[in-house]
């Protein structure tokens, strides 16, 4: 059975990254993807820093964008889903 986590996808990423761990970020991603029923190695994994919104108390947000290797457009829920906010 999964573990519930409270925290969204985008939310363990962003903390990854402040806390110097960037490096399991595509791991977690991965796992991620795999929860969901996709094959992580279909996926090319991106990572892009962008400032939080004002009044978040974070300082940055890690938007994630995922690219099929195949050439086929991600489905866009997927893509929702990995950025969705808390």
């Known amino acids: 059975m999964p573990r519930i986590n409270p925290y969204t996808l985008q939310m363990q990423i962003t903390r990854m990254f402040e806390q110097g761990q ?14 969901r029923n996709e094959d992580p190695h279909a996926y090319d994994i991106l ?12 300082v940055l947000v890690v938007e994630i964008e995922l690219r099929r290797k195949d050439g086929k457009p991600v489905d866009s829920w997927l893509q929702e889903q990995a950025n969705q906010h808390a």
Do not use: C, I, R
């Open 22 to 35: 960037s490096l399991f970020a595509t791991m977690k991603v991965q796992d991620w993807l795999k929860e």
């Open 47 to 58: 990572f892009h820093q962008k400032p939080a919104p004002p009044g978040s108390g974070e």
